[in-house]
Structure formats: C-alpha cells, structure tokens
C-alpha cells in the first residue's frame, strides 16, 4: 500500500508538473473516457430481475503521459453499480490502474500495473477487455530487455488483480523469442522466416488446507510452487505460414480442476498458405487440464495468468453468436479449416465486381478419459488424440458480393451442434440451422442504410416445467435496420423473435450521435439473457429490459 | 557478458521454482478433525432477511429464498429476522417475534426498507423479491471455505447442549466470532400480502428467536493460523414456552471481528 501511494503521489507531481509546466517539461497528455448506463425493470416472460438501484452505471477514464522514453498513466473506474452481467465485487470506484514506464531501444521497463503476454499467451497473458468485465493486469515490475538485433527477454514478477483487491498468490515469468534471421547472418536474406520462443512462469502462494476427496479427515500436501513452460516455433516460407506452440504445467491442483495433481498441457498449431485471391488454414488444439490460476482456491473468470485462444470462428451476427463455444481449460480437442477464395470480377460467378467465398469448419471434443479419484488424486488419465463428448461443431459457407457500387450483401448459412455442457448445464446436443442475409447501402454521400435478418432453426426448447430453462432455445426470427444520417447521427431498430419452441420477444431501438471522437448512444428495449464471449472467454448476460445509455470520448 | 550471466540466473531460479509432489504424498492428515467433521469443510452460504408481518412485499422475497432453499439444500442457511419498526410491528393480538438482538442487528445495517436481506453480511443490500441473490448464494456456495464449521445440538428438557467444531484452512489475520442462534419454523400468523388481505395462516419459517451467545458473537481464541482447530461447548435453556423445539434449529455463524462478514456457517436441529 506504501509502494502505491509512493507510485502515485509521483504520477500526480509529473502530472501537475506537466500541466502547470508544459513547455519547459514538454510531453503530451492523452485519454479516453467512457460512461455506460442501464436501467432495467423486472420481466417476468424474459427472465429480467427487478433493479433496485435504479440506474447501474459503470464508468471510466484513462490518462497517459508521454514525454519520449517515459510514459506514466492512470486509470479511474466506477461501477454504481456495475451493469447487469457485470461481477458485483466490482461495486466501487478508484484508481484501478496505475503505472510509469521507460522505453528505450534496448531495455524497457514498467513499475505499476501492466498487461503482458508470451507467445500465444499458454501460460501467460495479462489482459484486460472491458465488455466482459475482466481485468487480470499484474500490479510489479515488467522489463524487457533487447540485448541484440532479434533477441528479446522478458522478465516479470507481482500479483493479478481481482476486482478492487490482489490476489495472494505471486506470478513471476521470464520469455526469450529470438527472431533467427536477424541473429544468424546467413538466414538474414533467406525466403525461409523463423522465430523460435520459450517462456516459464512460475507461482507462487501460501499453503492452505483443502480436505481429500477420499479421506475428508485428511488435507492436501499442496505445491506452492506452481510452474507452467512452453515453447514455439513460428515460421513463414513464401505463402505458407506455421505457427505453434507447446505448453506444460506442473502439478496445479486447484478449484477449477477439484484438486486433482495430473500436469497439464497444451498444443497449438496452425498451418495457412495465402497467396491473391486465395486462402487456406488448418487450426488443430489440444487441451489437457491447463486452467493455470494465481490463487488456487478461486473459481470464476478472474485471476487467469493463461489464456487458451478458441479455435472457432468467431462471429459478430446475434444468431450465430446464440450459443458461443467456451475454451474448457480442462480438456479439449479441436481442429478448424477455413478456406477463403476470390472469384475474380469480369467472371460467371465474380460478376462486376467480383465475389468473396468462405468455407470454415470447426469441431471440438472433450478428452478421452479414464477417471482415477477426485481431490488428491492424479484425477484422470487421457489419450492425447482420443475424443470424449462432443462439445460443438460449426460449419459455415459465407458469400459477400458488391451487387452495385454502393451496394453490398453478406450472405451466411451455418449449421451448429452445441451441448450446453460447456457451460456447466446437463449435457445434451442442440441442432441448429442459421441463414444471415446482410444488406449494406450507401444511399448517398449523406445516407447509408444497413439491414440484417436472420433465422434460426433448433431443435432446442424452452419449457420450464420440463426443467428447459434456456431462454435461448427453439427457433427464432431476428431483425435490424440502421440508418446512418451524415456523420454524426445514426437511428436503429432491431427484433428478435422465438417463433416457435421459445419465449420472449426482444424489440429494441438505438440512436447514437457523434462528432470528432466523441460518441454518445441511447437505446431502448429488451435484452435477450445468453453469454457474450470474445476469444472463447465469456460472460453472463442477464436479461434486462429499459434504457441503456454509453458515451465516450477521447482527447 | 555480465547481462547474459544475470539471464541465465534469474532463468535457473525460475526453473527451480516448481514443486513437484510424489503420488504417496498427495494428502497428508490434517490437523483437526472432530465427530462433526465430515460436514465442517463445506462452505454454506448465509443471507440474514429482515422482514415484518405488514410488509406486503415480504412474501415475494420468501419464495425466491424458498426456492434457493429447496435449489442449494443445507448448503444455504437463512435466518428471518423481524425489523423492531414500522412494518415489523406485529398485527393487533398476533405473536411479538421482535427480538432485542435482531433489533440490533437491524440497526447495524440501517434497515429501512423491508424485505431487506444480506449475504453473508456482505456489503450488498438485495431488496424487493430478490431475484439476483440466487445467483450470488451459489457463486458464494462455490468459493473455497476458508474455515471449516460444524454443530451438534442435543436437547434435555429445556436446556440444549450444543458442540461447535472450527477448523481453519486458510491464516485469519483479524480475530474472528461464534455467534449462536436459534430459529424456528412453522410459525403461523397474520402476514400482509402484495396483493388482497392479509393471511392469516401464513407459514413463517426461519424466524430468529434468540441469540444464544453475545449478540455479536463470541471471541474465538484463535491464532488465526491454517490448521487450528477448536471444539467449544455452549448450554441454552429455553424460557419462552411458546418456543417448539422440534420446530427449531441451532445456527453456528463463524465471523470476521473486524467487519461482521460471515466466513462460514452450519446449521443443526435440536435432537
């Protein structure tokens, strides 16, 4: 707590100094600012809980002093009280993030809180993504030193953040990735690029008594060191790229995988070839019990030091985003193939202008696996390639075609297999079938008009006295139209229908006005109850039913 | 040189911090471990409801905690205390349930709006029919106990026995409370409703009829240490004749001094 005042009392003379002083200490002062605003009441056919509070706001303000090398930032956050879907342990305000910063061409250093990753992030990134409410930023010191042209090393150490707290439990991780045809003078001309990369992460944190699972009168011999490794390889050749990625923890028993001591691991590879006008890649994952958190005992979304990347397209249509896939850190196997191709314009099927195709495919499956015991045991063992239950399967045809100069369509059809197991409900499998159509027209140089409708069939049902509770089930009918007015003002109205097998309907506008970077939108109407997901990773979306209102802007 | 060297040793110190623990040495005995222990390590959620018999909202904040009730089974333990004013006051020639600790416990929040409820004394007040602290009961049912508590209670005549064992499984660095309680179900009498007259035969379960121990609690003379447990004794005798104790459980409520938040809770009936 000393160190914090220490740090920020320093921030606010620099500050003060900057804006008292500005030309003789030079330097510039950059931010950003945004407030968002919901008020809700209770509706009883969509499952919207009352607000007692009547507004729930949640607001920030972030500041970055640059002055060459050295930069210094904080960052203001308020959740009064945080929106539907947010973490009430949110509830508060206070400077959340604070940091100064040294960066020169070899060596750059942060004291403060930081974000972070190593390589694909296996088994470490600190990040932050304001949508889903989660934050893990380290509060320590990160330095990364560049000793030689291709060679860079990262050393780190301090705790996550949980809310308004720290967790107890110490990360502290080093990363080397030497760029090869940089360091090797004979690779430096040659068509083949290669990258190789290693990082280690250890934690560590206190010990603590957690019970056996076959002997309740007996406590865990917990290690409180946990430490997780990984290696990569990235390569490019001509059109052809290969990315991978090796990762292996120790012994981690923990809250998320009840307290078992098998090791973990996790391989990533992905192969592509790109060349004009065509595209093609192959994504295969492997996930064995790689949940990896700075405090043991802690469930939830906070608290990660690794990140497990999804391996299924990620959409942005409210149909195809109905039942997202979520990463299982306990175990999973997937592939994914996408192939992108362009028919040329002045062809059959390019026409004037020319049509994009794409074809992806995604499946995943839990791990093949024998259960040994639960808590203080090894838990189970698996095969690396068998498969377990099927978690989802996608598989998608995507057509976008300019019809006119101003005039574009998006064209989807998706079909979908999704078991609600993987997000902790009775394992079943819901068909679904999706048809997009998404129209873009520029009017003129001061109206363009967007239209989207979509449909979904499933096989799924919302029934409550069966004990069918998700309110995302049956078949569905989903409508938006925008019009955008000049550069500033734009109007929308939307629906979402469940015609049939489902519940609720889901009417709802918008306007929004923005001048230069200043942006202020109001909406009105019912908000469907699901998950939103970004990366794989995701969160609860209550339902709600009123006005929400976001404004920000930056300076 | 001298750069390279300090790499390659902040790396070896690295690579040595990881601890690997041999299959026959995955559990050890823990420290403690008394008769009611199997039941000590789960953690249970609290929610103290404060509510009245003119409260016509009351009975809504009922079903959404008799519904988590029957969703979470004894892993959610409720206490229904009755607010000392307004809508507390009881109905013309019906039972008094006030009580000068629930009392107390109502001005510690500053209740002023009934049903008014707490979980697990925590900062947030849930109002109205309550239907968010559904979910807040099993994010706090998943949380890792810190402490482990269990109670036995056995009655003779009117007097009650009552053994509580509290085993810590994480270090406490502020002293911690026992605070004892005694509720009773199936109490009927005149209720307001949200809408029409009044019942009256409303059922009133969960209903504080006394603190047994200080209203605040006990001090627990603890270390505050990972693995200290301790077993205390505590006799009660019941001197309101209208009290059944067949109807009745004992409450155990393990407590931070510091703030009142509750770090976990057992529940008994009188044998």
Same mark, same amino acid.
């Given at each position: ?286 996930? %064995? ?148 159509? %998404? ?25 409550? %006295? ?34 049939? %097998? ?54 | ?271």
């Amino acid at each position: 707590m000393r160190n914090k005042r220490l740090l920020l009392s320093a921030l606010a003379c620099m500050l003060g100094g900057a804006a008292g002083a500005q030309g003789i200490m030079g330097g510039h002062v950059t931010g950003n600012i945004q407030l968002d605003g919901q008020m809700s009441h209770a509706d009883s056919v969509i499952g919207a809980a009352d607000v007692p509070e009547k507004l729930k706001l949640n607001a920030r303000a972030d500041i970055l002093y640059t002055n060459g090398d050295f930069s210094a930032g904080l960052r203001f956050e308020a959740y009064q009280t945080p929106l539907l879907g947010f973490n009430p342990q949110y509830t508060g305000q206070g400077i959340a993030h604070y940091f100064v910063s040294y960066k020169a061409r070899r060596i750059s250093v942060t004291a403060g809180n930081f974000y972070e990753q190593f390589g694909s992030g296996m088994i470490l990134r600190a990040y932050e993504d304001r949508y889903l409410g989660l934050d893990n930023a380290l509060l320590g010191l990160n330095v990364t030193l560049r000793p030689v042209e291709g060679l860079t090393v990262k050393a780190l150490a301090g705790k996550q953040r949980v809310y308004w707290d720290y967790g107890q439990g110490l990360v502290r991780g080093m990363d080397a990735e030497a760029d090869l045809n940089s360091l090797i003078k004979p690779l430096a001309d040659s068509k083949l690029h290669l990258t190789l990369g290693a990082g280690f992460v250890s934690k560590y944190e206190d010990d603590e008594s957690i019970p056996s699972a076959a002997d309740p009168s007996s406590r865990l011999n917990l290690p409180l060191n946990v430490g997780a490794g990984s290696v990569r390889l990235n390569l490019d050749y001509g059109h052809f790229t290969l990315q991978s990625e090796y990762a292996r923890k120790g012994q981690d028993p923990s809250k998320i995988n009840d307290f078992i001591y098998r090791p973990g691991e996790a391989l990533m590879v992905n192969m592509s070839y790109s060349r004009r006008g065509l595209s093609a890649s192959l994504q295969a994952k492997h996930i %064995d019990n790689m949940g990896f958190k700075s405090v043991r005992s802690q469930a939830g979304e906070m608290l990660f030091i690794n990140y497990l990347p999804a391996i299924n397209k990620q959409y942005t249509y409210s149909s195809l985003t109905m039942f997202p896939y979520v990463t299982q850190v306990n175990g999973e196997n997937g592939l994914q193939a996408e192939v992108a191709y362009r028919f040329k314009k002045g062809t059959l099927l390019g026409g004037k202008y020319g049509t994009d195709v794409t074809l992806n495919a995604s499946t995943i499956y839990g791990l093949d696996t024998v259960q040994l015991g639960g808590a203080g045991t090894e838990g189970y063992s698996a095969s690396w390639f068998g498969l377990g239950d099927h978690y989802f399967t996608d598989a998608s045809l995507e057509v976008e075609k300019k019809l006119g100069k101003h005039l574009t369509l998006t064209a989807i059809y998706c079909y979908q297999e999704f078991n609600p197991a993987v997000e902790g409900e009775d394992p079943g499998l819901y068909h679904n079938h999706i048809v997009v159509g %998404d129209l873009h027209w520029r009017v003129n140089k001061k109206h363009t008009l967007h239209f989207k409708a979509e449909w979904m069939g499933s096989d799924s049902r919302y029934s409550p %006295d069966e004990g069918l509770t998700d309110r995302r089930a049956g078949d569905w009918l989903m409508g938006f139209v925008e019009w955008s007015l000049g550069r500033h003002w734009f109007f929308s109205a939307s629906d979402q229908y469940a015609y049939n %097998d489902g519940t609720g309907n889901y009417p709802s506008v918008a306007v929004g006005y923005t001048h230069g970077t200043t942006r202020l939108q109001l909406g009105y109407g019912k908000q469907r109850e699901g998950l939103l997901c970004i990366g794989g990773v995701c969160r609860p979306v209550p339902a709600s039913n009123g006005l929400t209102f976001s404004l920000s802007t930056s300076f | 040189m001298k750069r390279t060297i300090l790499i390659l040793a902040s790396a070896a110190l690295l690579f040595a911090a990881c601890d690997k623990i041999s299959p026959d040495s995955f559990t050890q005995s823990a420290s403690g471990g008394g008769s009611n222990w199997t039941n000590a390590n789960v953690h249970r959620a609290y929610v103290e409801k404060y509510t009245g018999p003119k409260c016509k909202n009351c009975p809504m904040a009922d079903v959404t905690l008799d519904a988590a009730h029957h969703q979470f089974g004894d892993q959610l333990i409720i206490i229904s205390v009755n607010h000392p004013t307004g809508q507390g006051v009881p109905w013309a020639g019906e039972p008094d349930l006030r009580t000068d600790d629930g009392s107390a416990w109502s001005q510690y929040f500053g209740i002023s709006e009934l049903p008014s409820a707490y979980l697990n004394r925590g900062t947030h007040q849930y109002t109205g029919s309550m239907g968010e602290i559904v979910a807040d009961i099993e994010a706090a049912i998943n949380q890792t106990p810190q402490a482990g508590i269990a109670v036995n209670a056995t009655a003779s005549g009117d007097t009650i026995s009552i053994s509580v064992d509290v085993e810590l499984f994480s270090q406490f660095n502020d002293g911690l409370t026992l605070t004892l309680a005694l509720t009773e179900d199936s109490l009927v009498y005149k209720q307001s409703m949200p809408q029409g007259e009044p019942d009256e035969n409303y059922v009133h379960n969960h209903m504080l009829r006394d603190v047994i121990t200080n209203t605040w609690g006990e001090d627990i003379p603890m270390d505050g240490l990972a693995g200290e447990h301790k077993v205390g004794q505590f006799s009660y005798t019941v001197t309101n004749n209208d009290i059944r104790l067949e109807n009745c459980h004992i409450v155990a409520l393990l407590a931070r001094k510091s703030d009142r938040s509750i770090v976990n809770c057992a529940e008994t009936t009188v044998n």
